[in-house]
């Protein structure tokens, strides 16, 4: 599986971006998807995740509110739309899956990355003014 995340890009604090996670030969539809960032000198973190179960989704605190984590069945794709970019925001953004469709998308156990067995090649999002 190839996982694609893409849509970063250089935004103003305050402006929007939304990010989507494509996969070659492979549906989103079927796996839960997660998305985490790293900023530049910190630990990857999770950010969110939609359920292959029931479309439900979860989110760190800290970001609820500001993203929105949503599944376009016209083309597949899983996006991540970021409201109101602060200057903290600034990181490589990436999606994550498991490939055998288990349904990884559980509060509280989410963000363990150990349960993604396929990552994308992040996108850059720089929040600057």
């Known amino acids: 599986v190839q996982l694609q995340a893409s849509g970063g890009g250089v935004v103003q604090p305050g402006g929007s971006l939304r990010l989507s996670c494509t996969a070659s030969?492979?549906?989103?539809?079927?796996?839960?998807v997660g998305w985490f960032r790293q900023a530049p000198g910190k630990k990857r973190e999770g950010v969110a995740c939609i359920s292959n179960s029931d479309g439900s989704t979860e989110y760190v605190d800290s970001m609820k509110g500001r993203f929105t984590l949503s599944r376009d069945n016209t083309d597949g794709t899983v996006n991540l739309q970021i409201n109101s970019l602060k200057p903290e925001d600034t990181a490589v953004y990436y999606c994550?899956?498991?490939?055998?469709?288990?349904?990884?998308?559980?509060?509280?156990?989410?963000?363990?990355?150990?349960?993604?067995?396929?990552w994308g090649q992040g996108t850059q999002v720089t929040v600057s003014s």
């Open positions: 994550a899956i498991d490939d055998t469709r288990r349904d990884v998308c559980y509060p509280f156990s989410w963000t363990t990355e150990a349960l993604y067995n396929a």
């Open positions: 030969g492979f549906d989103l539809d079927y796996v839960a």
